[in-house]
């Protein structure tokens, strides 16, 4: 089941992130939920019992730019679907987008190649491919 959240507790989003070895946010599992709550929308798929086991968040100005800040799966229920349909959620919501991005691990890294090909099959493609760039700050570690 997928659904809008509002409220996050630490304990069940620090054992989502540290599933797929997200080190850098459950260093400070509190200020992610704060991040969270602070979202435009997070959607959280769910199982029958209650347990999360992916979310989907977007920073966005509901108009024009819409950006997919994350999305991940519990490492244990990846490859059924629950990442696919937390994405085709968020596009629907914001078809009326202008911009629909994200970010992910470039291409030549284990989990970029994945990635990068999930992101094709749902018919997202790269910057450069539009004729566009990004930039950013270069994150800190890498």
């Known amino acids: 089941?997928?659904?809008?959240?509002?409220?996050?507790?630490?304990?069940?989003?620090?054992?989502l992130y540290d599933?797929?070895?997200?080190?850098?946010?459950t260093r400070d599992i509190a200020?992610?939920?704060?991040?969270?709550?602070?979202?435009?929308?997070?959607?959280?798929?769910?199982?029958?019992?209650?347990?999360?086991?992916?979310?989907?968040?977007?920073?966005s100005d509901g108009e024009l730019v819409c950006y997919v800040q994350e999305l991940?799966?519990?490492?244990r229920f990846q490859g059924q679907g629950i990442g696919r349909r937390l994405l085709e959620e968020l596009m629907e919501r914001y078809a009326h987008c202008r911009y629909f991005l994200l970010t992910t691990d470039h291409e030549s890294t284990p989990e970029g190649a994945a990635?990068?090909?999930?992101?094709?099959?749902?018919?997202?493609?790269?910057?450069?491919?539009?004729?566009?760039s990004a930039f950013g700050r270069r994150v800190e570690g890498s």
């Open 115 to 132: 990635n990068h090909a999930f992101y094709r099959r749902l018919g997202l493609i790269e910057h450069h491919e539009q004729g566009l």
């Open 31 to 59: 200020r992610v939920c704060r991040a969270l709550s602070n979202s435009h929308v997070v959607l959280a798929a769910r199982d029958e019992s209650g347990r999360l086991l992916g979310l989907a968040r977007t920073v």
């Open 72 to 75: 991940l799966v519990d490492q």
């Open 1 to 15: 089941m997928i659904g809008q959240a509002t409220s996050f507790d630490e304990a069940e989003v620090f054992e």
């Open 19 to 25: 599933s797929v070895g997200w080190g850098p946010w």
